[in-house]
């Protein structure tokens, strides 16, 4: 059903895509429909221009395009986890954005160094622990889930996942791949049991005493607690000693970036620019629980309440230059 319509969708916007409008953008986004729709809605409000849109897996997008070529009629790229944006960028799907506006809105390590992606919103990978079992002192850092007192206490997600892949990326970027294995090593040894499938899965496991700790983003911490308040669990922000040079919770990015045969490259970069700003930044980041990219604008109250972090630093394309080398030190260790 799903499939067809986008099918058809892509076969009228290719048409359409001969005669490029310039009161029309393409946008192909790996992000859904609910969290984009009022967005480009609003975008269309305030400028009269028409936003066309596909959704699908970040995969098929990127096949599409690059099987698409100069016939695309996307002009920009929408995903999650900069290690995509930088797999985008890398196959030569994207291209380079001068813009002013984007380099003030969005700090540099949330953008790729070559201005083919920019971050829109944040989300905080992060631990998350059962208070009646853990207290949060006996917490502190992802490195030290790695030690033996946490023995059957830790419930981790695939390291299938690009975000796991992210996160080890920026381990070996900070301790390099002897010591990153040995902390892989660590968390699998520590495991209570086989690997979940997603972030909210291993979350219940925790709240349900089968371990006492996870590693998870904080947007499905927040979807989760909004449905069931009442569920034993806590967040905690580690790696907070900021003279450590592995500093700050680990964060990543959705973002987008203008594709590389785009046929309204101005009115895609307009479109980033407004994504980075003020209105569009509370809405983007608000709907799905995420932290507002752009430093100058707050995140939502419910947000807000699971209190202040130092974030790590590194640009975040490291996650995506070190992604085929956490994928396969995380093969080594052992971590399924
Ligand atoms: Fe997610």
């Excluded at 395009?65 to 930088?86: I, Q, Y």
């Amino acid at each position: 059903m799903k499939s067809w319509k986008s099918l058809l969708l892509g076969a009228a916007l290719i048409a359409s895509g001969q005669a490029a409008q310039a009161n029309e953008v393409v946008v192909y986004s790996a992000r859904n429909e609910q969290l984009i729709k009022p967005l480009f809605d609003a975008y269309t409000k305030e400028t009269g221009v028409k936003i066309k849109f596909i959704t699908d897996k970040e995969g098929p997008l990127m096949a599409r395009l690059k099987a698409e070529g100069r016939n695309t009629p996307a002009d920009v790229f929408m995903t999650v986890d900069a290690g995509n944006l930088w797999q985008a960028a890398r196959e030569d799907l994207l291209k380079p954005v001068d813009s002013k506006l984007l380099a003030a809105n969005i700090p540099e390590h949330l953008r790729d160094p070559d201005n083919e992606w920019f971050g829109l919103s944040v989300r905080a990978r992060t631990i998350i622990y059962n208070p009646n079992k853990v207290k949060a002192g006996e917490l502190g850092t992802y490195e030290d889930l790695a030690s033996p007192k946490w023995k059957n206490r830790l419930c981790l997600r695939t390291s299938k996942k690009v975000y796991n892949q992210s996160l080890v990326g920026m381990m070996i970027y900070e301790h390099g791949e002897d010591k990153t294995e040995q902390i892989v090593r660590g968390w699998v040894a520590n495991q209570a049991t086989q690997p979940f499938p997603d972030d909210t899965k291993a979350m219940e496991a925790v709240a349900a005493g089968l371990c006492d700790a996870t590693i998870v983003n904080t947007y499905y911490y927040g979807r989760l607690m909004s449905k069931k308040p009442d569920l034993p669990l806590a967040i905690f922000w580690p790696n907070q000693n900021l003279k450590s040079k592995a500093a700050g919770v680990h964060v990543n990015i959705s973002g987008a970036g203008v594709t590389r045969h785009a046929k309204n490259t101005a009115g895609a970069i307009k479109l980033l620019e407004w994504l980075s700003s003020s209105n569009a930044q509370n809405l983007y980041a608000d709907v799905n629980m995420e932290y507002p990219a752009n430093p100058r604008i707050k995140a939502d109250p419910a947000v807000l309440a699971w209190g202040e972090f130092k974030p790590n630093l590194i640009n975040v394309a490291q996650a995506g230059a070190l992604q085929t080398k956490a994928v396969m030190l995380m093969d080594r260790a052992g971590y399924k």
